[in-house]
């Protein structure tokens, strides 16, 4: 961030700098800002660096365009903190010295201009022209952006323009804009599928975004956006698996992250009923186990499938295998599969299962966490959860029950997570050292809950799914 907005060679000569006066003496982070300042020949960095530091929270830039009548134009960049929707987070109380660097396109052409943001509001006319869009992030800037509706669809639109590092900084905003309720669900698709034909680590991003979404989604709607998934990234997928025995590291990296995000949101039933076939070999299901049917790679969707599609024979092959094998990972990612995916009639027999000497106790401590994530059986799994609390705490390592009000964060609705609130509360005495655990899974549970109030609906309206309410 700071070596853009000050150039390469000037942020070069404060590390030259700084290495010169303390190459055999010790140094603190003030005496590399004044390092740089000095070598840089710019001291406004110092109180940049300390605004980035020494305050907590990322900046929220809200930039506007707008284009006078003699074709002048201005752009209005105004900071506060980013806060997304549910947080109690003040988006008022702190302001940042930030190194901004932004690209006009425009009469002129394709400019960059940067400058100190050190107030709460910054103004830079065009006298050139109107913008036609900015990109308020060429720096890679440590900040989030929001931008009018009419330039989040001329960035989208001109997404091949921008570098992969610009390209990664509008998906990031987009998405937290989202979140924070500024921008529009189908400005965030577009976005989106604009990403998906970037470069891989552009595409991984998109990819990751859009699996957020779909599990933010209620059952009843998701079929909607599995057919958007198809069309936004099963091309790319089937362009490179058509190539798949050339692919260097990161296409390969690329295709896998495409198989699973498919897998999970895709139209793919026979890929997912062959995968649990090869699970059921893997783990032995029907003779003798296979220990080359599942890549590592591949073993966490294989079990979840596997447990989807295999019935109770792959729920007692996989318990077994899990309890018999010396693979660590394995015994954990068996676990959570089973823990997530079973009946409810399964989840009570695990959690018993869990309680013998078979299992560590981080392992049934791992159970009873990973068992609230599963909306149809979080009923029931909460109440497994409290009736076996006691047993299974005093078998957890003392950071692991410190950690245990962290399931609060499983809960999406303001009615469970004050019950899940109050349930640790009443147990402090056996999980000390659990208020800072609790505090950040509240704050997520409440983020999920405002999300899922404000956004699912018309995420799921964009998509072509139930209309919003």
């Known amino acids: 961030m700071f070596e853009s907005y ?18 055999d003496d010790a140094a603190d982070v003030d ?6 300042a000095e070598g840089s020949g710019d001291n406004g960095v110092v109180e940049s660096f300390r605004s980035f530091i020494f305050q907590p929270g990322i900046p929220y830039l809200n930039v506007e365009t707008t284009c006078n009548e003699d074709d002048t ?52 006319p065009l006298e050139a022209g109107c913008a036609e869009w900015v990109m308020p992030n060429a720096a890679g800037g440590y900040w989030r952006f929001n931008l009018s509706d009419e ?53 991984i991003q998109s990819i990751s975004i859009a699996q957020g979404l779909y599990g933010s989604l209620p059952e009843e709607d998701r079929s909607a956006m599995t057919d958007w998934v198809e069309e936004t990234y099963r091309p790319v997928y089937e362009a490179l698996k058509a190539r798949e025995d050339s692919l260097g590291q990161d296409e390969t990296l690329l295709l896998s992250d495409l198989y699973v995000a498919l897998l999970e949101m895709g139209d793919m039933e026979d890929e997912r009923r062959e995968l649990a076939d090869r699970a059921a070999s893997y783990i032995g299901v029907d003779g003798e186990a296979d220990p080359s049917a599942v890549s590592p790679e591949e073993f966490a969707a294989a079990m979840k499938y596997g447990d989807i599609n295999g019935g109770e024979a792959f729920y007692q092959a996989a318990l077994d295998y899990a309890r018999n094998t010396n693979d660590q990972r394995e015994r954990r990612i068996v676990l959570a599969v089973l823990a997530q995916n079973v009946s409810e009639a399964e989840l009570e027999a695990l959690y018993e ?14 159970v009873m ?17 409290q009736a076996n609390f006691n047993d299974f705490i005093t078998r957890t390592p003392e950071i692991r029950k410190a950690q245990s009000a962290g399931a609060v964060a499983s809960f999406c609705e303001a009615e469970a997570i ?36 404000e956004k699912v609906g018309e995420l799921s309206a964009a998509l072509g799914g139930e209309s919003e309410e």
């Open 369 to 385: 966490q990973q068992s609230l994530g599963n909306d149809a059986n979080r009923e029931k799994a909460w109440a497994l959860y």
């Open 73 to 124: 134009g201005l752009i209005t960049v105004t900071q506060q903190r980013y806060a997304p929707l549910g947080s109690e987070i003040n988006p008022d109380g702190q302001t940042w010295q930030v190194p901004f660097s932004m690209r006009v396109e425009g009469p002129a052409g394709d400019q960059t201009g940067r400058r100190m943001l050190t107030g709460k509001t910054t103004e830079f």
């Open 6 to 23: 000050l150039g390469v060679e000037e942020f070069r000569e404060g590390i030259r700098l700084h290495m010169k006066r303390f190459e």
């Open 31 to 36: 005496d590399f800002m004044q390092s740089v």
């Open 151 to 203: 330039n989040w669809s001329a960035l989208t639109e001109n997404f091949d323009a921008l570098t992969a590092q610009e390209q990664l900084s509008l998906l990031d905003s987009v998405s937290a804009a989202f979140r924070a309720g500024d921008v529009p669900a189908p400005a965030l698709l577009n976005a989106l599928a604009a990403g998906a034909q970037g470069e891989w680590d552009v595409a």
């Open 353 to 366: 299962e869990v309680g013998g000497d078979d299992w560590q106790g981080q392992e049934a401590w791992s």
């Open 418 to 453: 004050a019950e899940a609130k109050n349930f640790f509360v009443t147990n402090a005495d056996l999980i000390p050292g659990y208020e800072r655990s609790l505090a950040q899974a509240e704050e997520a549970a409440n983020l999920c809950s405002a999300f899922r109030s």
